[in-house]
């Protein structure tokens, strides 16, 4: 069984940074692992993924350049850097197991963890 344990989430203004952790226990080598946001009442939507080799590294368009996903290996542990933060990045993100592909379709992503709150607000 897949465990999930995220931290790091927070309100926070426009414009500055926060960092998301994520470590997984139980899941497949074979498992991307990735990012999906779910804003109130919006559908969600796939952030960021990393391939178990971490050649595949995907964002969706929403947060390229601003955003940056990671790992520890050996902690098992993924990371999202997200800088100059919008409002519209107010979400709760879920890390995430399963394919990562381009644009990160959120259904390619189908295991999640319970989330952590990220409120972007002045």
């Known amino acids: 069984q897949v465990q999930f344990v995220e931290s790091g989430g927070g309100l926070v203004q426009p414009g500055v940074s926060l960092t998301l952790s994520c470590t997984v226990s139980g899941f497949s080598s074979d498992d991307a692992i990735g990012w999906v946001r779910q804003a109130p009442g919006k559908e969600r939507e796939g952030v960021s993924c990393?391939?178990?080799?971490?050649?595949?590294?995907y964002y969706s368009t929403s947060v390229e350049g601003r955003f940056t996903i990671s790992r520890d290996k050996a902690k098992n542990t993924f990371y999202l850097q997200m800088s100059d933060l919008k409002p519209e990045d107010t979400a709760v993100y879920y890390c995430?197991?399963?394919?990562?592909?381009?644009?990160?379709?959120?259904?390619?992503?189908?295991?999640w963890g319970k989330g952590t709150l990220v409120n972007v607000s002045s």
């Open positions: 995430a197991t399963g394919d990562c592909l381009p644009y990160v379709p959120y259904d390619s992503l189908n295991n």
């Open positions: 990393i391939s178990t080799s971490a050649h595949d590294i």
